[in-house]
Nanobody, 125 residues
Framework: QVQVVESGGGLVQAGGSLRLSCTAS????????MGWFRQAPGKEREGVSC????????YYADSVKGRFTISRDNAKNTVYLQMNSLKPDDTAMYYC??????????????????WGQGTQVTVSS
């Protein structure tokens, strides 16, 4: 049984930082691309950042480029999202997901087959 579990969310002031972690079990981790997605109230879920199997390929949404960094540790079955210079617009539920494909830059939601329950990030102004 595949499990994807996120952690690290919380409340932070604008300009602050958070590091999200996501651990996956029940799968061969380095066979999967991993991604972070977010959904704010009243908005569609969007791809934030995704990383390929080896970590050499990455994707960032324009809204987070230069502020967020995705990385993975295949020995620990874990993917990270370092979020710096956070803005109130970053407030959302953040989801981690696993995909067996890397298409169209890597964050195509339909490719992501295993999803976590999410971790809330709230940025106060």
């Amino acid at each position: 049984q595949v499990q994807v579990v996120e952690s690290g969310g919380g409340l932070v002031q604008a300009g602050g930082s958070l590091r999200l972690s996501c651990t996956a079990s029940g799968l061969t981790f380095d066979d999967y691309a991993m991604g972070w997605f977010r959904q704010a109230p009243g908005k569609e879920r969007e791809g934030v950042s995704c990383i390929g199997w080896s970590g050499s390929s990455t994707y960032y949404a324009d809204s987070v480029k230069g502020r967020f960094t995705i990385s993975r540790d295949n020995a620990k079955n874990t993917v990270y999202l370092q979020m710096n210079s956070l803005k109130p617009d970053d407030t959302a539920m953040y989801y981690c997901a696993a995909a067996t494909s890397w298409r169209f830059g890597g964050c195509l939601q339909s490719d992501y087959v295993h999803w976590g329950q999410g971790t809330q990030v709230t940025v106060s102004s």
